[in-house]
């Protein structure tokens, strides 16, 4: 069975700082991972995705994830974080190829960019 | 980007009354949607699977006839609430894929609908 796992209930970062939000996934075949946001009573927005090709992804909002086949990871980065960046960000894998392909979360990580 | 629009956003009820919940495509048309609900501080939980024309398909443990979902149209699912008790108070969020002939689509999220049982 497909699975993602965030090791990290909380991220704490000053503004400024690099930021790293950590995802390591297992998968039978490819993996379909993807990394979603979530701000306070709003539904999830997405960030960016991975499904071949390059393994340094970039996405929106300044967000990048680099995919480690060997480490099974899919970690989440910024290079310079900022307060507005502070959510609750979610790693995903999607199961199938298909639109009717369900999408597995990750238990989220609450991420705090102090000032 | 494709827009996915939940009504309402928030309601509160009394016990034993039944809630529904509209999610719409706005954009595009949505052969599948999903139904999510999130507890406080908590993952995404996957109820099930709308299917356009058909029934839906649920996840293990989520009660069929407590959670009605209804796939009437390419751009509307309902999931409606039976006989709604406190402990349904949740968030509850639905999400459609663009489909198409373009593979591993992001799913587009609605806004989410809390629900309040008193």
């Known amino acids: 069975a497909q699975s993602v796992a965030q090791p990290e209930d909380q991220v704490n970062v000053a503004e400024g700082n690099p930021l790293t939000v950590k995802c390591t996934y297992s998968?039978?075949?490819?993996?379909?991972l993807f990394w979603y946001v979530q701000y306070p009573n709003r539904g999830l927005q997405f960030l960016l995705k991975y499904i071949t090709g390059d393994n340094l992804v970039k996405g929106s909002y300044g967000f990048e994830a680099e995919f480690n086949k060997s480490q099974t990871s899919f970690h989440l980065k910024k290079p310079s974080a900022l307060v507005s960046d502070s959510a609750l960000y979610f790693c995903?894998?999607?199961?199938?190829?298909?639109?009717?392909?369900?999408?597995?979360f990750g238990s989220g990580t609450r991420l705090s960019i102090r000032p | 980007g494709a827009v996915v629009s939940q009504h309402p956003s928030r309601v509160i009820c009394k016990s034993g009354t039944s809630v529904k919940i509209e999610c719409r495509s706005l954009d595009f048309q949505a052969t599948t949607m999903f139904w999510y609900r999130q507890f406080p501080k908590k993952s995404l939980m996957l109820m099930a699977t709308s299917n356009e024309g058909s029934k839906a398909t649920y996840e293990q443990g989520v009660e069929k006839d407590k959670f009605l979902i209804n796939h009437a149209s390419l751009t509307l699912s309902t999931l409606t609430v039976t006989s709604a008790h406190p402990e349904d108070s949740s968030f509850y969020i639905c999400?459609?894929?663009?489909?198409?002939?373009?593979?591993?689509?992001?799913?587009?999220f609605g806004p989410g609908t809390r629900l309040t049982v008193l």
């Open positions: 999400s459609a894929d663009v489909g198409g002939h373009t593979p591993f689509n992001e799913q587009f």
């Open positions: 995903a894998v999607r199961d199938g190829r298909s639109s009717a392909s369900k999408i597995i």
């Open positions: 998968v039978s075949g490819n993996p379909y």
